[in-house]
Structure formats: C-alpha cells, structure tokens
C-alpha cells in the first residue's frame, strides 16, 4: 500500500516542479514595469481563472510625488550619532533632582488639597484597613494542623 502511494506521489512531481517554475518565472520582477511585455501563457491562465489582476498605472499626483531617482538604502547597523550636548556633572545632576523633588512635594501638596483627591486617599486607608481586619478574623477561624 506504501510503494502505491510513493508511485502516485512520483507521477505528480515533475508536474508540481514544472508549475512552480513557471509561477516563479511569471512573478519574477526582473521586468521593466513601464514597458508593455507579452502576456505569458501562466498569466492568461491565472487571469481567466480570476487569480490574477491587471494593476493599473498610478495616478498623476502618485507619480509626480515620487523622487527623480532612487534613495540612497540607509544602513542597517550602522551607529547612531551622539546627541548634542555635553555630559552633565555630579552638582548638575544633583540639582536637576532637587528641582524635581521640590515640584512633586509640590503637586504633592495641591493634591492633598484638592476634596476629591483627599477622600480617595482616605476611601482607599480605609479599605485597607477593612481588609486587613477581615483578613486577620479569617486567619483565626482556620484550624492549625
């Protein structure tokens, strides 16, 4: 039953390889797109078994927005460019921390003032507090093995 198999699968092999080159030479894109080239018989096939399309040519602004000629490939790994500026010194750096540290007490401050904000924060203390409450009465109900 194997080797009946293995026959059948030898007989469509060379037509499988003769489709896929034939396929590969239809798509290959070797071919100058502006000029018309004879349609080949793959391509008619696939057209009139509704496979395959015409494209049509790009509209006016399509073309007329594309540059003259072709743009430089850019490199894949290349290094990217140091950023201007200088490196920051340790008093520098600890200054820009203290300036950060002295704006967040400051929306620290308007935040707590704020009523809504406020009553979050105590909703929140308080849910807490329930749950570790809750958490600590389910602790003592559960027998010790």
């Given at each position: 039953?194997?080797?009946?198999?293995?026959?059948?699968?030898?007989?469509?092999?060379?037509?499988?390889?003769?489709?896929?080159?034939?396929?590969?030479?239809?798509?290959?894109?070797?071919?100058?797109?502006?000029?018309?080239?004879?349609?080949?018989?793959?391509?008619?096939?696939?057209?009139?078994?509704?496979?395959?399309?015409?494209?049509?040519?790009?509209?006016?602004?399509?073309?007329?927005?594309?540059p003259a000629?072709?743009?430089?490939?850019?490199?894949?790994?290349?290094?990217?460019?140091?950023?201007?500026?200088?490196?920051?010194?340790?008093?520098?750096l600890d200054?820009?921390?203290?300036?950060?540290?002295?704006?967040?007490?400051r929306h620290?401050?308007?935040?707590?003032?704020?009523?809504?904000?406020?009553?979050?924060?105590?909703?929140?203390?308080?849910?807490?507090?329930?749950?570790?409450?809750?958490?600590?009465?389910?602790?003592?109900?559960?027998?010790?093995?």
């Open positions: 039953m194997m080797s009946g198999l293995w026959r059948e699968g030898m007989r469509t092999a060379p037509l499988i390889v003769v489709v896929t080159l034939l396929g590969a030479l239809a798509a290959s894109p070797s071919r100058a797109q502006d000029a018309p080239q004879p349609e080949s018989p793959l391509r008619s096939l696939m057209r009139g078994a509704g496979l395959a399309t015409d494209v049509d040519p790009p509209p006016d602004f399509v073309v007329q927005s594309r000629q072709q743009p430089a490939s850019i490199p894949v790994f290349a290094t990217p460019a140091e950023p201007p500026g200088t490196i920051k010194t340790a008093k520098e200054a820009m921390d203290s300036d950060l540290a002295a704006v967040g007490k620290d401050a308007l935040r707590a003032a704020f009523p809504p904000s406020a009553k979050a924060v105590a909703e929140a203390a308080a849910a807490k507090k329930a749950k570790s409450e809750k958490k600590a009465a389910a602790g003592d109900a559960t027998p010790k093995f």
